[in-house]
Structure formats: structure tokens, C-alpha cells
């Protein structure tokens, strides 16, 4: 039988003590930052226990540059930029695409890159998708990009900007701002990539990595199990999440990646410049890479909120609230920086479900 919440914090708190010194956690994705929040989880954690968010949400990591191409592409008269919703409000250097889109520029949020890819085989528009986020939501893109080859859809480009997880984790270790004792790996990309995606991290560094889900059960057995790695001194990539994912991942769905894609260096908002971290389209599939096709996308160089810390959240080097402007200039009506907008962002999950402001306290 599965052991209940009760039994697994009872069993974390035990394992907490044993191990008797500050213990930091990082979960490495924002369903699980949400998930975290929402659950009010770490008020029931053990004091010396702390879960930290990481560069998991594909919309704050996206670098200001790429907002602010993408509002040059929508300001085009022969373009539509179509997009999540999450990436409307995330601001530019100047401006946001739901603030083009109210100055005319033809902006629309659709649920699937497939909406797009029909869009622009139903229509004469140019239509451009912008492709953000990770292994989970690039092979619906790669797909759309082949089809659009293989049927001749040359109205249909993407503005890519997808990341890889495996090369944020090792930067983040890397730079040693931020000491860890284990990686709550995210559920859904390890579906696609596997758990042996990281195994080279948990042995290269030392350090214990478990895949898991987003229920709060889920969450609970990754923590209790990186704790008992961590008290055993196990250096390994485990699944803790047997429903979904699995050591091999999607072979299919790895092989598509690696047809339309190619790894290459790529910024990330917090984590700069970082090898091999990204994708871009093969040049078999130029006339469908927005980038080329429309290029050359002149911008002025990138300017970042003046005084939004979202670079050092997205490391575990600051907490959301500790952001001056947190609650203050910044919130999820007003977002002055990316972590505040997207619906997987730390600040905003720490906002809605986790903060208390002072005057309710006092
Ligand atoms: S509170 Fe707002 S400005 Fe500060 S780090 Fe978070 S998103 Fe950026």
C-alpha cells in the first residue's frame, strides 16, 4: 500500500533529523513551483528543510531579446504572431505583445502550435508560432515544422526559443551561488528525455535526482526519497514517478527532436549564455525558422526591469519576497518582470498562494 501524507511527512521530519543541518532542495519545474505553493506544503515541512524553485518555467527563462523580437515580427503588416497566452504579458524592453496587440499589431493566443500550423494552412497570413518552452512542448512543434515542410505550408515559420533542463541543472551547480542537496527532477520533461537524462548530473556532481509528479503524494515521495539518498550518501537519477515516466523516455518523440532540431547555445534570463542549452531548427527546415526567414530581426540591445531580481529567483539565489519590488510596484495585475506573469512563475505562485503581507499580520 502506498504510504499516506501523514505517513510521509512523518517519514521526511524523521530523515530531516537524522541529517540535522540545513537541507536545500530544488524542484527544477513550475507545475511543481505551483504545485508547491498551491498545496501550502512547505509550511509543513521540517524548519530545517527548504525547497527551492529553479529555472523551470519556460516563459520566465525566456530571455527579453526574444520578447522583443517577437513584437517586431507582430508589428509587421504581413505577420500574425501566434502564442500561448502566458507570453502576452511577459514585458520587452519596451513593451509586451498584449500591449503591441492593443497598438494594432496582430497578436493571437492559440492552445497548440497545431492551431497555428492550421491557421496558416487555412489562411494567406504569415503566420510565425512562438516556440518556448522545453523538451514537453518541442515535439508538438518539430511535428508542425515537418508537416509544414512535407505539405508545402511556406506560411508557416516559428520563432524558436526551446530550452533543455540537463544543461540548466549543471549551470546552476556549476556556478556554485547556490548549494543543493538533491534535485526534484520535473515530471513531464522526464517523460520525454527519461530519468537516464540525469544520470550524468547525479554522478558528475554528487548529488541525488528524483523524478516525480505533481500531485502532492508525488511531491512528498521525491522529497522523502532524495532525504533518504541524501542519508545514504546514493548519488543516482530515480523515478519516483513510475505512471508517467520512464528511464528510456520517448524514443519517437526524442528521435522527431533530433530530425528538426539541432542543440546550440542559447540565453537564459538569470543563467546568461549557456552551451548546447537550446534549440534551433536544421537548415533543412530554414524557410520555416521565423529568425531567417524574416531576417534581418534588427532590435535594440535588451534592457532588463530596472530593479526585477527574476535572474537570481530563477537561480534559488533570492525569494520571491525578497525582490524590493515584490507586492509593492510588482504583482500579478501589474507584472513588472516574467516570474510575476506566467502562471508557473515562483512570484506569482508565492504571491497568490504563499504571502502574507504585513499589514494582514499585524
Ligand atoms: S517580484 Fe516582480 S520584479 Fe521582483 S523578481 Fe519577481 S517578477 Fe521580478
Known amino acids: 500500500m502506498n504510504p499516506s501524507t501523514a505517513e510521509l511527512l512523518q517519514r521526511i521530519r524523521g530523515l530531516a533529523d537524522a541529517i540535522g543541518r540545513p537541507i536545500r532542495l530544488m524542484e527544477v519545474c513550475g507545475t511543481h513551483t505551483m504545485a508547491i505553493s498551491r498545496s501550502g506544503l512547505r509550511a509543513l515541512l521540517p524548519p530545517n528543510l527548504r525547497l527551492l524553485s529553479g529555472p523551470g ?72 508560432f512562438l516556440g518556448v518552452g522545453f523538451e514537453t512542448t518541442a515535439p508538438t512543434v518539430a511535428w508542425t515544422v515537418r ?3 512535407r505539405l508545402g505550408v511556406s506560411n508557416y515559420s516559428v520563432l524558436c526559443a526551446h530550452k533543455l533542463i540537463p544543461p540548466a541543472m549543471r549551470a546552476l551547480l556549476d556556478s556554485g551561488e547556490c548549494r543543493l542537496d538533491g534535485f526534484l527532477c520535473p515530471g513531464h520533461v522526464s517523460v520525454m528525455i527519461g530519468t537516464k537524462a540525469y544520470e550524468p548530473i547525479a554522478h558528475d556532481y554528487r548529488l541525488p535526482c528524483v523524478v516525480a509528479g505533481f500531485e502532492v503524494l508525488d511531491i512528498l515521495r521525491g522529497v522523502a526519497r532524495l532525504l533518504e539518498m541524501r542519508c545514504a550518501g546514493l548519488a543516482a537519477a530515480e523515478n519516483a514517478y513510475e505512471r508517467g515516466a520512464t528511464s528510456e523516455g520517448n524514443p519517437a518523440g526524442l528521435a522527431l527532436l533530433d530530425e528538426v532540431f539541432t542543440a546550440e547555445t542559447t540565453v537564459w534570463r538569470g543563467l546568461g549564455a549557456l552551451l ?26 535588451p534592457r532588463e526591469p530596472k530593479g526585477c531580481r527574476c535572474g537570481d529567483v530563477l537561480r534559488g539565489a533570492c525569494l520571491p519576497d525578497e525582490c524590493p519590488l515584490f507586492g509593492r510596484t510588482c504583482a500579478p495585475e501589474n507584472p513588472v518582470g516574467a516570474c510575476m506573469v506566467s502562471s508557473e512563475g515562483s512570484c506569482a ?14
Open 276 to 301: 548546447a542549452s537550446g534549440l534551433a531548427l536544421r537548415p533543412a527546415f530554414d524557410a520555416h525558422d521565423a529568425e531567417k526567414r524574416f531576417a534581418p530581426l534588427n532590435v535594440p540591445p
Open 57 to 128: 518555467c519556460p516563459v520566465c527563462v525566456t530571455p527579453v531579446d526574444y520578447v522583443d523580437k517577437a513584437i517586431a515580427l507582430a508589428r509587421r503588416p504581413d505577420v500574425v504572431v501566434m502564442t500561448f497566452g502566458d507570453m502576452l504579458r511577459v514585458p520587452g524592453s519596451e513593451s509586451s505583445l498584449e500591449q503591441a496587440r492593443a497598438e494594432g499589431a496582430r497578436v493571437r493566443v492559440v492552445y497548440s502550435p497545431l492551431d497555428a500550423f492550421r491557421a496558416a494552412r487555412s489562411g494567406s497570413d504569415q503566420v510565425v
Open 349 to 362: 505562485a508565492h504571491f497568490r498562494y504563499e504571502w502574507v503581507p504585513r499589514e494582514t499580520t499585524a
Open 147 to 149: 508537416e509544414a515542410r
